[in-house]
């Protein structure tokens, strides 16, 4: 059981909250997409409502253990500082422990807020090392967990630092994340589908072994459709197919078949010669693909197709791209899913993070979605069944 911050008595008291501002940032070091930290404002205020005295921690990027200007969490307080208004005051520490993230801490009125420097520029953080988490707990007297994109590592501030602090608890986003992706686990309302995209079978493959026991059926797109379809004798021309997990491709189908689930693969295909935006996109209006062309989304007929598998189910978990979605010649089949599912409304709709997350964002569909994970590794993690360190650590 993770308690809530509700049950929290926190006048006075000092909060380690881990959040997770692993935001993107332009040449300016501004940030471009401040989903991440808009997500965690509901947990941040409330611990305010309740008095108290919050350190905001995070990662950014992979710094390698060392200080990083260009890594510096100081664009994403800015953008809390903005986001929070003028009740409240963001202060910027330049370190995450010592002496001057102490003296901030020990002298935060009602209404401030302490962003701590990059977690990552010590080698410690990610090392889980004992002495680093217990220099991050000596300033606090609870700490609360809202980073579920980080809750599949165990390092210092989502693990190794828990048992030194008197009080944990699971923030707002943290508990949604798990309510949501833990009912598509346990008790999911059908017909279930669940669309698979991305590149690689590889990535993906222990996702699929947990969901076919679970779904109805299982749409696939992506680059990994490929791979499917050169197992099942398709020709795929030049298109991207992990050879050496054809037998994996191959297994997961006769599982498939053996448990009674249909696994969806796509009919026809918007192509061209290369992978770029010079790139002339031409229809292939059957499933074979020309010998010089590679496949680059899914087409038409497939995307028809697809919404009429999911315009009959309960619930719906998305996760990966139909196609390279970052060029627009090769976008139509990602923006099909994306309102396909938005147009749902009697559905249970999950997008599990990643590049969907980025997708139905950018399209501006998010708030249609029941639930748009915030997790990328971690969201596959949960999703295959896996405990969640930095959620382990917080079960009481």
Not at 21 to 31: G, H, I, M, S, T
Request: one cysteine or more.
């Amino acid at each position: 059981m993770i308690r809530s911050i509700d049950e929290l008595q926190l006048t006075g008291k000092r909060v380690f909250l881990r959040a997770d501002f692993n935001v993107p940032l332009d040449d300016a070091r501004q940030v471009t997409d401040d989903t991440r930290i808009r997500e965690v404002l509901p947990t941040l205020r409330r611990l305010l409502q309740l008095g108290g005295r919050v350190m905001v921690a995070s990662h950014l990027g992979r710094p390698k253990g060392k200080p990083d200007p260009a890594l510096s969490l100081e664009p994403a307080a800015s953008k809390l500082s903005e986001l929070l208004g003028k009740s409240f005051e963001v202060l910027f520490a330049d370190d995450c422990v010592g002496d001057g993230v102490r003296k901030l801490v020990k002298e935060l009125k009602d209404g401030q807020v302490v962003m701590l420097e990059n977690l990552r520029f010590h080698k410690e953080e990610e090392a889980n090392d004992v002495g680093f988490a217990r220099e991050l707990a000596e300033n606090a007297d609870v700490y609360v967990n809202d980073a579920f994109g980080t809750a599949h590592r165990a390092h210092a501030s989502t693990v190794g630092m828990v048992p030194f602090v008197k009080e944990h608890a699971g923030g707002y986003l943290l508990r949604r994340e798990m309510d949501f992706l833990g009912r598509l686990l346990r008790s999911p309302e059908r017909p279930y589908v669940a669309v698979l995209g991305g590149a690689k079978v590889s990535d993906k493959i222990k996702v699929i072994e947990s969901l076919l026991p679970r779904v109805n059926t299982l749409l696939v797109g992506g680059a990994m459709a490929y791979t499917f379809l050169a197992v099942q004798g398709v020709a795929v021309g030049k298109s991207r197919v992990e050879t050496d997990k054809l037998d994996v491709a191959r297994r997961a189908l006769e599982a498939a078949s053996r448990l009674g689930r249909e696994v969806v693969l796509p009919i026809d295909h918007i192509v061209a010669s290369e992978a770029t935006a010079a790139a002339v996109p031409r229809e292939v209006a059957e499933r074979a693909i020309p010998a010089e062309m590679m496949g680059l989304d899914i087409g038409p007929r497939t995307r028809a197709l697809y919404a009429e598998h999911l315009r009959a189910a309960k619930t719906i978990l998305w996760n990966g791209p139909m196609g390279l979605f970052e060029i627009p010649a090769f976008a139509a089949g990602t923006r099909a899913i994306a309102d396909t599912m938005a147009r749902c409304r009697e559905a249970t709709t999950v997008v599990g993070g990643g590049d969907s997350a980025a997708a139905v964002h950018a399209f501006g569909l998010a708030e249609k979605m029941s639930h748009v994970s915030t997790g990328g590794g971690a969201t596959l993690e949960f999703l295959e069944g896996k405990q969640l360190p930095g959620i382990k650590a917080l079960e009481e």
